[in-house]
């Protein structure tokens, strides 16, 4: 990786190790608004393998492990301290483990859903990463992203006042063009986007069948 992807990485480490310590105190319920519109978009049925990459404290894993719909669950986070914080809350009903979006430590063709709440602006390669979500999805398998973005004036400023009020600086925000083109790059298909809360996108894409599975094959999508 460069020097400065390295760089994000880090300066997201710093920051949420510090914040893991009064994440949910300070911030649980906007989370959690926020991820009910992810877990109405995939309302998985019984019996289904997800992974929510990003995790934090398992605000979200915990919402899927209320719906007592014996989910495989699955989380992933780059900072140990909200993987510390997760693990504590949700015991071993949920598998959750340190590693990064950039490379995530997941074989192929591993889960019905990936999830990704407020989180994809932190990642210091998202084009890679959305490769990496693609490559642990099964075949049909659905991605769910939900993430702040910048169509606007009035979005791209609360993006700005956002950036700077983080220790961490620099992530990447996206317009909803640029996201639905990722998605395409990626090899994702059926992909729809909706907005919520004004300044939040949702984006959908579906990893295809059997097409998507032979271009992972030929390895089209490296870099
Ligand atoms: C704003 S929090 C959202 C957490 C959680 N999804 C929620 O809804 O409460 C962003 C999370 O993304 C994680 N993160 C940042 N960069 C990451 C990366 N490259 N790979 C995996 N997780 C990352 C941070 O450690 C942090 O826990």
Redesign the pocket.
Known sequence: MKAHDLD??KR??E???T??QD?DRK??WS?YF??RTVLQTINPESGSSIL?????????LQQLLQLNRRLDLHG????P??VKAAQMKLGKSVKIQR????SLPYDENSFDYVT????FH???RPGN?LREMFRVLKPNGKLVI?DPFTNGPIRKTLCVILDALSDEKGTNLFTQEQMYQMFHIAGFSHIVQKTYWYYKLLTIGVKAGEIGSILEKQNVFSA
């Open positions: 994000l990485e997201s480490i920051q949420f190790n914040w893991a994440y911030r649980f989370f926020s991820n929510d990459v990003g995790c934090g404290t398992g605000i979200l992933v986070d780059i900072a301290g909200m590693g990064s979006a950039n990704c709440a407020t989180s932190h990642y210091a990463s939900l």
